[in-house]
């Protein structure tokens, strides 16, 4: 148990309790394993500074007792041997360390890469539509406009039946041009698919397998930007702590509506550790946003699995 709140006090208190077994003790054969418990714990919660300080000083106590006559020779080349795999040990879990927290900067680094890939792609997207629309508009639409025009002006002159179905022909035309401009300024994705595209994109950053489960008619309900915005940011924290708390990579998402025009949400994933639900400062936001739309949040555990249920109504 930590005396102090210095891991290496800690363990330089052992070795001074050690030392002092042998005012009241003159069998110390129960000491070398307790050393060597002890060069081995602190090899994994030891830094790298820290633990060639503590192996010097336990070395320095090993010595002592041999030079005492308290250990024999075999004893002490025993330690000897012992201190040394410790140490080789602590360079390994150092190294594990370093990988790993480079791995998670890298990690870091490509999602932030990637997200600004994508944002980068969508502005070149958007505006090449820009353009395409700007020209549909001032040439294509222009011309349209003018041979509109020239046609009533023709009708107007000379009432034919041919002249009739080129100005209906030309005002068509001209309608399915402005339509398709509209479509193409139009570049943002809107309820619940812009939700879902979110979560992809969320999806391969986190290296999740995330398997969506939407009832018939779900994607073509109307929701408010609001709605969208909260309905994201929930199932992000669901699966943020899906990452943190689970060792499964697999999620279950479901979206349906329920007779009372009710968008209901489930998460779930596996849970490791038996310990019990507490509410955190995740959980807490995640319900106070429902709340800002009328909605509610409720969190269980269905055996090994962290359940996260969710509804709120549709503004009509």
Same mark, same amino acid.
């Given at each position: ?37 002890? /060069? ?26 041999? =030079? ?15 201190? =040394? ?10 190294? =594990? @360390? ?20 994508? &944002?980068? @792609? ?17 040439? =294509? ?32 035309? /001209? ?61 992000? @924290? ?11 990579? &697999?999620? &279950? ?10 968008? /209901? ?21 995640? @319900? ?29």
């Amino acid at each position: 148990m930590p005396l102090v709140k210095i891991a290496l006090l800690n363990y330089l208190l052992i070795l001074l309790l050690i030392a002092l077994t042998i005012f009241i003790s003159s069998d110390l054969t129960f000491i070398l394993p307790l050393l060597a418990f002890i /060069l081995i714990e602190s090899a994994f919660r030891l830094k790298e500074r820290k633990y060639p300080l503590f192996i010097a000083i336990a070395s320095t106590l090993c010595f002592s007792f041999f =030079v005492f006559n308290m250990i024999a020779l075999y004893s002490f080349l025993l330690m000897i041997a012992i201190t =040394v795999c410790c140490f080789f040990l602590h360079q390994y879990l150092s190294q =594990v @360390e370093m990988k790993t927290t480079l791995y998670e900067q890298l990690l870091s680094q490509f999602r932030k890469i990637k997200r600004d890939s994508v &944002e980068q @792609e969508e502005l070149v997207r958007s505006e090449e539509r820009t353009k395409i629309a700007r020209d549909m508009h001032d040439s =294509v639409g222009h011309k349209l406009t003018s041979l509109l025009m020239q046609l009533e002006m023709l009708s107007i002159e000379n009432q034919t039946h041919n002249l009739i179905e080129l100005k209906q022909l030309a005002r068509e035309s /001209l309608e399915e041009t402005r339509f398709a401009v509209r479509q193409l300024k139009s570049t943002e994705t809107t309820g619940l698919q812009s939700v879902i595209l979110l979560i992809r994109k969320l999806e391969m950053e986190s290296h999740l397998h995330i398997r969506f489960t939407i009832e018939k008619g779900v994607l073509s309900i109307p929701i408010s930007n609001e709605q969208s915005v909260v309905l994201y940011r929930v199932l992000q @924290e669901c699966l943020t702590n899906a990452m943190k708390h689970s060792q499964s990579k &697999e999620v &279950e998402v479901t979206l349906t509506v329920d007779s009372l025009h009710h968008i /209901l949400f489930e998460v779930k994933n596996k849970l490791v550790s038996d310990l019990p639900l507490v509410k955190g400062f995740g959980l807490t936001n995640m @319900e106070g946003r429902l709340q800002e739309i009328h909605g509610q949040l409720r969190v269980l555990r269905d055996g090994k699995n962290f359940i996260v249920r969710g509804s709120f109504p549709l503004k009509r």
